[in-house]
């Protein structure tokens, strides 16, 4: 009886029973993902208005899931964008920043994606939004240095707003660990693209040099011991990420400032191990102009994993001419681009042990309408009697499977890429088990003629579309050995998975076969 009334209240206040349903603590969790994308896909529904209508329900927003409102930010967030989109930013107007602030500060402490609610505040940019923005992060400031990232990111996209309601304010928020880092970004961004002199920070350069030495400090001790961050992966990673981020600004802060009073802390810094702080502080040591910082900048360019944005710094600071010129090859690019990209906490997190550019070809790709210089990078990770490694592409676009592909022949591998890298609405593939009656017999006659071919056991995986053609990709056995294969009836490609560690998934040979078919079109043998 009770929940009668209380939805009774609730249809009183709010007009959207799809959003009646995901409110309060008797809203149902397992129907909440359609409900969400019902919201989501009602394109006549507006992003302001549900801000609105959610800002009015303070007690039944403060009981609700906060799974359930992390994934309703989410939805609303992305229904104000498309629609700033579609009207050039016209309809940021229509978002009152006062209900921006009055549903934030109901959402229960757990609630994810709170961080997009500032996104907008910092998305309209007028006087009033910024000051509602500045509150919250303030009293609330995001838990995730990534989220407080993305929070002020339009702030570093956008000119027109007042830097004087925003800085030196947000300056308060350096004590918060997850906003040290972003509010530096946007104060340097403010010294290099909007030519504020001095340096916002500038009256704070004892507690950044403190903040340097202390955040230098705990990445030495996580070099020697790297459980000082934690026992499981998820909360080392975050720790780390968060501790390189600061120390990243930090010295780049530093080196904007000027003085050198941070020479001490800077050179505490340039011994680290990683990659990106040690550049960045031999970059500002360059910037101050102390010869150890101009030497370890030389050295990085020697090192793959730093050697683009040592050779950046160099160039900006006025001594490229003391880089070697090989180092400025497109081999020692590619090289460079793939152990980046490795570095990155998202893929292997460190950089290779070695890594060497195995083949370079001049052709046509995919989504390219000119040639175009692509690169197979071998590399490899050793960990004690531990190896692990791959090949991956550079030019076009830098990417690594997980998928082992290091086997396959030199065209292949190129055609795997391709076929991974090529976006087009006509060419997709549906799971097995999404097949309607038409698919279905359309893959009936694929096992004939897998049959015809003597593979055994054949099992549909997915049905791929390319173009104007077809093929079925399937899991089976030959010669008693377990493979994937692809097959149109005229051309059949299979391969071996078992025995292998990372074999190629059914997705994988359907990328091959896109690849091989693309490569062959665009780039006769005779001239890749």
């Known amino acids: 009886l009770a929940h009668c009334r209380e939805l009774s209240i609730i249809r009183s206040t709010l007009q959207n029973e799809t959003l009646i349903a995901l409110l309060g603590p008797s809203a149902d969790p397992v129907a909440a993902g359609w409900r969400l994308r019902e919201l989501a896909e009602n394109e006549s529904l507006d992003g302001a208005d549900l801000i609105s209508q959610l800002s009015e329900q303070d007690d039944l927003v403060r009981r609700s899931d906060p799974a359930?409102?992390?994934?309703?930010?989410?939805?609303?967030?992305?229904?104000?964008?498309?629609?700033?989109?579609?009207?050039?930013?016209?309809?940021?107007?229509?978002?009152?920043?006062?209900?921006?602030?009055?549903?934030?500060?109901?959402?229960?402490?757990?609630?994810?994606?709170?961080?997009?609610?500032?996104?907008?505040?910092?998305?309209?940019?007028?006087?009033?939004s910024l000051a509602v923005l500045m509150d919250r992060l303030e009293q609330s400031p995001p838990q995730k240095w990534m989220d407080a990232a993305q929070a002020i990111s339009p702030l570093m996209q956008n000119r027109q707003w007042k830097i004087g309601l925003v800085f030196p304010r947000l300056l308060q928020c350096l004590q918060y660990p997850s906003l040290a880092a972003p509010t530096l970004d946007l104060a340097n961004f403010l010294v290099r693209e909007r030519n504020v002199q001095p340096h916002p920070a500038a009256d704070n350069l004892p507690m950044l040099n403190l903040l340097l030495g202390e955040v230098s400090g705990r990445l030495g001790r996580f070099e020697e011991d790297p459980h000082a961050f934690g026992d499981d992966v998820e909360t080392v990673q975050a720790t780390l990420g968060e501790a390189v981020s600061l120390a990243v600004s930090l010295c780049d802060a530093v080196s904007l400032i000027g003085d050198e009073s941070s020479i001490g802390k800077l050179n505490q810094t340039v011994e680290l191990k990683h990659r990106r702080v040690q550049c960045e502080a031999a970059g500002a040591l360059a910037r101050l102009k102390d010869d150890l910082g101009i030497k370890r900048l030389l050295e990085l360019t020697k090192d793959p994993?730093?050697?683009?944005?040592?050779?950046?710094?160099?160039?900006?600071?006025?001594?490229?001419?003391?880089?070697?010129?090989?180092?400025?090859?497109?081999?020692?690019?590619?090289?460079?681009?793939?152990?980046?990209?490795?570095?990155?906490?998202?893929?292997?997190?460190?950089?290779?042990?070695?890594?060497?550019?195995?083949?370079?070809?001049?052709?046509?790709?995919?989504?390219?309408?000119?040639?175009?210089?692509?690169?197979?990078?071998?590399?490899?990770?050793?960990?004690?009697?531990?190896?692990?490694?791959?090949v991956g592409i550079t030019g076009p676009v830098t990417f690594a499977f997980s998928t082992d592909v290091a086997d396959l022949p030199i065209d292949d591998i190129y055609a795997i890429y391709a076929g991974w890298h090529a976006e087009h609405p006509e060419i997709f593939a549906i799971?097995?088990?999404?097949?309607?009656?038409?698919?279905?017999?359309?893959?009936?006659?694929?096992?004939?003629?897998?049959?015809?071919?003597?593979?055994?056991?054949?099992?549909?995986?997915?049905?791929?579309?390319?173009?104007?053609?077809?093929?079925?990709?399937?899991?089976?056995?030959?010669?008693?050995?377990?493979?994937?294969?692809?097959?149109?009836?005229?051309?059949?490609?299979?391969?071996?998975?078992?025995?292998?560690?990372?074999?190629?998934?059914?997705?994988?040979?359907?990328?091959?076969?896109?690849?091989?078919?693309?490569?062959?079109?665009?780039?006769?043998?005779?001239?890749?």
């Open 68 to 128: 359930i409102l992390g994934g309703l930010l989410h939805v609303v967030h992305g229904r104000v964008m498309r629609s700033a989109a579609e009207s050039q930013g016209e309809s940021f107007a229509k978002v009152d920043p006062e209900h921006v602030r009055r549903l934030d500060k109901n959402l229960p402490e757990a609630t994810p994606n709170r961080h997009l609610l500032l996104h907008l505040l910092a998305m309209i940019q007028s006087d009033e």
């Open 305 to 390: 994993a730093a050697r683009l944005r040592a050779i950046a710094y160099a160039d900006e600071l006025g001594f490229g001419d003391q880089v070697d010129p090989e180092l400025r090859s497109e081999i020692a690019t590619a090289e460079a681009e793939m152990s980046l990209w490795l570095t990155q906490p998202q893929q292997m997190g460190v950089p290779p042990t070695s890594l060497e550019v195995i083949d370079s070809r001049r052709m046509l790709w995919p989504s390219f309408t000119d040639r175009v210089d692509v690169h197979l990078v071998r590399f490899e990770y050793s960990f004690g009697e531990q190896k692990y490694s791959n």
């Open 431 to 528: 799971a097995a088990e999404h097949f309607n009656a038409v698919q279905q017999r359309a893959m009936k006659d694929y096992v004939k003629h897998l049959e015809s071919l003597e593979y055994e056991e054949i099992k549909p995986a997915l049905l791929g579309f390319f173009l104007d053609e077809q093929a079925g990709v399937f899991t089976a056995v030959r010669d008693s050995t377990d493979c994937v294969v692809v097959t149109d009836g005229l051309e059949t490609i299979d391969q071996a998975v078992a025995g292998r560690t990372r074999p190629l998934s059914p997705g994988d040979v359907f990328n091959l076969y896109k690849g091989r078919k693309m490569l062959r079109t665009f780039n006769p043998s005779s001239e890749m």
